[in-house]
């Protein structure tokens, strides 16, 4: 601004503009506001017919508008056609939404990490609320790595059991496969599932007593995954009445084990896999057990206390299969097992061919009750004379009565080992065809040769 543009004359002369200006926008502002009022009263004296439905009738249509609601999928708080939406419209709607409860009563829950664990809880927990005493229809979608959202779901819908449908209502539930993958140390109680009265099958993958709560003392068949000696013995404490009993442990005990053993009275079959030197089966008695299957179960400590195992128990095995496992190991293992009367042995060794037949043909004491063997997954050919004599002497015609008469004898080999030894299995077969036409069952080749 020059010298000249800022005297006192022009200054004035300025102002006075500046006033005149803001006196004609403050008359522009009142009758904008003085026609405002007008559209305003317009509104307000129009009837719209939806507002004037009644309640119960505006539910009705709420309800056909609501479809599959959303929780957790996307950044909004709940996608879909849900409740949500209605209730935003209008104070009248909102309160036609808090008070229909089935408008409530479905919802897809979808862990998401990217939320607020507090804030996806308390909007589930109010949701469930407004649902009041409606059956609920929930289905629970997979979640990513962060595992305490959804165990924090499941303790919400816990409160909520005697209203939740799990493929029908909850009272009915059978079988129950739940997976747990913590991260960190703060263990969230799941108890959505305690109250199940026909309860009796849990498959449980990480799980222990410190992450679900269930009816354990129902329970009659148990699959316990992923886990430590000391949790499996804390479970099975928990579990009296357990019939079979799939253990396959790899966690590390970090604490002492229990001195004194568990009777499990009513278990008749045992599959254990992956504890090699076999520290559960030193805690356990099974007086009733009937069939075992041993995985891995690897040096002298695991194999004497399998032994151990049977000596307390004073069983009376039916059926035993042993896999992933030295043949010396499997001998001294079947040795102990007289009453058994199926055998299968899976991955075996180059001197299973010798090692395991020399004794069936030869030792009288060796599984006398023997009545069918299984070998699988061979991948080394096998003599065909020494299988053959073992087949004749355990066959009626060639044991004299000493000892039970094998019925069937199967040997899996791989698809390639299989096609080299055709020439060896036609051998085999021609000899033993007398035996065959006496009744004996034989099949030697791969799985897919069954099809």
């Known amino acids: 601004m020059t010298s000249s543009d800022s005297s006192p004359a022009r200054l004035r002369a300025r102002l006075a503009e500046v006033d005149e200006e803001m006196d004609a926008l403050e008359s522009k502002l009142q009758l904008l506001a003085s026609e405002r009022r007008r559209v305003v009263d317009g509104l307000n004296a129009i009837v719209y017919p939806v507002i004037t439905l009644p309640p119960e009738i505006t539910s009705g249509i709420f309800s056909h508008y609501v479809h599959n609601p959303q929780l957790g999928h996307t950044r909004a708080p709940a996608s879909g056609h849900g409740p949500l939406i209605l209730a935003s419209v209008c104070r009248n709607w909102r309160n036609i939404c808090l008070s229909t409860g089935s408008l409530w009563a479905s919802l897809q829950i979808y862990p998401n990490p990217s939320w607020d664990v507090d804030d996806f809880v308390h909007l589930l927990e109010r949701w469930l609320e407004r649902a009041r005493n409606h059956p609920l229809n929930l289905r629970v979608f997979g979640c990513g790595p962060d595992t305490i959202m959804p165990m924090r779901i499941f303790s919400v819908l816990s409160h909520h059991s005697h209203k939740l449908r799990f493929q029908g209502q909850l009272p009915l539930l059978t079988k129950l496969v739940v997976s747990f993958i913590i991260q960190g140390d703060r263990p969230v109680m799941m108890t959505a599932f305690e109250n199940a009265p026909l309860l009796r ?16 003392f129902q329970l009659t068949h148990l699959e316990f995954y992923d886990e430590s000696v000391s949790s499996c013995l804390q479970v099975l404490n928990e579990t009296p009445n357990l019939e079979v009993l799939d253990v396959f442990l790899s966690g590390l005990d970090t604490g002492p084990l229990p001195v004194s053993c ?26 009733r057990l009937q069939a075992i299957q041993l995985n891995a179960l690897r040096g002298d400590e695991g194999t004497a206390r399998f032994l151990a195992l049977g000596a307390r128990s004073a069983w009376s095995l039916r059926s035993i299969c042993l896999d992933d496992m030295t043949i010396r190991s499997c001998i001294v293992c079947l040795r102990s097992v007289p009453s058994v009367t199926v055998v299968e042995i899976r991955a075996w060794d180059d001197h299973l061919s010798d090692e395991l037949f020399r004794p069936l043909r030869d030792d009288p004491t060796f599984l006398p009750a023997l009545r069918a063997l299984t070998l699988r997954d061979c991948e080394s050919e096998i003599f065909a004379s020494c299988l053959a004599e073992m087949l004749e002497s355990r066959s009626s015609f060639g044991d004299q009565g000493r000892r039970g008469k094998l019925e069937s004898c199967i040997l899996f080999f791989s698809p390639q080992v299989s096609r080299n030894l055709r020439p060896s299995v036609e051998k085999v077969r021609t000899r033993l065809r007398p035996l065959v036409d006496a009744g004996l069952e034989i099949f030697i080749g791969s799985p897919s040769d069954l099809r």
């Open 201 to 216: 099958e849990a498959r449980l993958s990480g799980a222990s007593l410190h992450w679900i709560s269930l009816p354990w």
């Open 262 to 287: 568990l009777t499990l009275f009513h278990l008749h079959t045992l599959k254990f896999a992956y504890d090699p030197e076999g520290r559960l089966l030193d805690l356990l008695i099974l007086p």
